[in-house]
């Protein structure tokens, strides 16, 4: 057995958990495996040139990881993703500029709009019941409104 042992060293395991991760993370595009796979990487390269023992390889690995989701996370806060829908996840801001219907009357500054096959509430200027007011802000998920 422990010939079995000598032939797989130390370096190929990290090379090969690299590897999967790599795989991992074209399967399952996160941007975040990617990171873990490179510390992975340089761990197996540095145990592939300097014989260390494996404790601290584990030590060298978890060190690179932070070291490296770190930096990943420093490169995506300073070189955004541009996106063609940037208020894809912000459904209130999406609505901003659009005409609704009011449903329950504005009395008071408050009341109820139809968007679309829902009902928000929203603050604005008095308005009657099926008058059409215009979006123009949103405080979390209620709507701020004005008269068309």
Not at 7 to 32: N, R, S, T, Y
Not at 52 to 81: E, H, K
Not at 93 to 111: C, D, F, K, N, Y
């Amino acid at each position: 057995m422990t010939a079995t042992l000598s032939l797989l060293q130390d370096h190929w395991g990290w090379l090969v958990f690299a590897a999967l991760l790599g795989i991992a993370e074209v399967m399952i595009p996160g941007v975040f495996l990617i990171w873990i796979a490179i510390a992975a990487a340089i761990t197996g390269l540095v145990a592939l040139a300097l014989p260390i023992a494996l404790p601290l390889q584990f030590l060298l690995f978890a060190a690179l990881s932070i070291a490296a989701v770190y930096a990943g996370r420093r490169w995506y806060v300073d070189n955004p993703v541009a996106s063609t829908d940037p208020l894809l996840n912000d459904r209130t801001a999406r609505l901003i500029g659009q005409t609704v219907t009011v449903v329950e009357p504005i009395v008071g500054g408050e009341g109820r709009v139809k968007v679309g096959d829902s009902v928000w509430t929203a603050t604005g200027a008095d308005a009657d019941a099926g008058a059409r007011v215009r979006v123009v802000g949103a405080d979390g998920t209620m709507l701020r409104v004005e008269g068309v």
